[in-house]
Structure formats: structure tokens, C-alpha cells
């Protein structure tokens, strides 16, 4: 399970105030390591554990009486599965945030994740802090990918053959402008503050952006891209 990294984890607790704290969902199998994230998550400042399960019917029943704001599960659930939940969970809840955690480097298991509509992804070997990042990037509109994930992510583009890749004639230059803007990892706050843009209507071409791609969310719009050869 993940390394264990309390002083970094706990650095952020200071000034953080409960009213603001965003509701997280555990979805894992073993109990301890449920009671050892829930920790360090209420411990990291603006995140609250109001919930835990260790099976994903268990975390599908939960989230039909209440709404997350984030729910991190692990891939490896006796029953049905991490990803498997992941989805049930977003047609339960679109608006949910989920980062899944994942006990392997196989790309054929990192693709799957990054496919799954999560909108993150953290191996199970990396320090908490890690996943800290993860809930922190997420819950402030980004996407994250851990080093592992993304070096799948890059491997793949690597070996897409030039004619497999597609073209982006059917985007505009405003489209264009906007993938490239997410690619880097900016907030729909900062692409606003840059171009003078209204937020409200940065996330309307975002929509409408995913749709030309054919994706459903950040991260598979930043996979997609990179492996179609987008320059940026």
C-alpha cells in the first residue's frame, strides 16, 4: 500500500477550516489502510473522510444517499472492481471527482484507469503525499497523473505510428488554443486570468472541445491529444 509519509502529509493542516473541507469517499479493501488514509486526509487540510467501504456495492449504496465531492478507490476489490465502481459511481453522481489507486505498473491496467473516467490516477507504491497532490490538483479542476501513469501516457505516444495519428482540422484555433492551455496543466482560473475569458464560459468550450474529441474528461482529453501527436 502506499508509503507512509506523515510529516509531508500533516504540512498543510495548519489554517484549514472545517466548513470548507471537501466530503471524501474511501472505497478499499483493507480496513487499516482505509483508517490510515482517513487520517492523513483529515489531516492534510480541506478534505474530510465523512465515509469508507471495502467493497464497491457497498460505495455504489453510499453514494446513492449521499454526494461526494471526491472518492479515491482502489483498482483491487474483492466483487466488482475498482473501475467497474468507478463508472457505476459516475452515472449515480456525473459530478463526482474520482482518483483511483492502482498496486501495478502494467500498462494494460494504467490504461484501463486512465479510460475509466477518473480523473486521477496514483500508484498504491507512491508516499501519501502523492495522493494528498492528487485530491488536491483534482478538487481544484485539474487533472493528475502520477509518474508512473503518465510514463505510460508518453510510452503509448511514443509508439503510435505518424499515419495512425489523427488530425485536429476539426478543431479551431480557439479549440487548439484551449487544448493546449489543459495539456499544460492550468486551472479553467488561471486560462481565465490569461485570456480575459469568463470562467463560466472556459468551461462551456471545454465541453464542447471534449465532445469534438470524443472524451469524457480531462484526462482522457490529455491522452487522446498527446497520443494523436498534438503539438502544444
Known amino acids: 500500500m502506499m508509503s507512509p509519509d506523515p510529516v509531508n502529509a500533516f504540512s498543510n493542516s495548519r489554517g484549514a477550516t472545517r466548513t470548507a473541507s471537501a466530503r471524501v ?3 478499499i479493501a483493507h480496513k ?6 482517513t487520517i492523513i486526509i483529515n489531516q492534510a487540510g480541506g478534505f474530510q473522510v465523512f465515509a469508507d467501504a471495502g467493497k464497491g456495492l457497498e ?6 444517499r449521499e454526494t461526494p465531492d471526491l472518492v479515491v478507490i482502489a483498482v483491487e476489490l474483492d466483487g466488482m472492481g475498482g473501475i467497474e465502481t468507478a463508472r457505476e459511481i459516475l452515472k449515480l453522481r456525473p459530478a463526482t471527482k474520482i482518483i483511483l489507486l492502482l498496486s501495478t505498473t502494467e500498462e494494460s491496467s494504467m490504461l484501463r484507469a486512465i479510460r475509466s473516467g477518473a480523473v486521477g490516477v496514483v500508484c498504491t507504491s507512491s508516499p501519501t503525499t502523492k495522493l494528498v497532490d492528487a485530491l488536491r490538483a483534482v478538487q481544484q479542476g485539474r487533472s493528475y497523473l502520477g ?16 499515419q495512425d495519428r489523427g488530425g485536429f ?3 479551431s484555433p480557439q479549440n487548439r488554443q484551449l487544448l493546449g492551455f489543459i495539456i499544460q496543466g492550468k486551472t479553467t482560473k488561471q486560462i481565465s486570468a490569461t485570456l480575459g475569458v469568463a470562467e463560466g464560459t472556459l468551461r462551456s468550450r471545454r465541453k464542447e472541445l471534449m465532445r469534438k474529441m470524443g472524451v469524457k474528461n480531462t484526462v482522457e482529453l490529455i491522452t487522446s491529444a498527446l497520443g494523436q501527436g498534438f503539438e502544444h
Not at 32 to 37: D, H, I, M, T, W
Not at 147 to 161: E, F, G, S
Request: contains cysteine; positive net charge; proline residues 6%.
Open 32 to 37: 487499516l489502510f482505509r483508517e490510515a488514509l
Open 59 to 64: 460505495a455504489i449504496e453510499i453514494c446513492r
Open 169 to 171: 482540422e476539426h478543431l
Open 25 to 27: 469517499l474511501l472505497v
Open 147 to 162: 509518474p508512473t501513469a503518465w510514463n505510460v501516457v508518453i510510452h503509448r505516444v511514443k509508439q503510435t505510428r505518424p
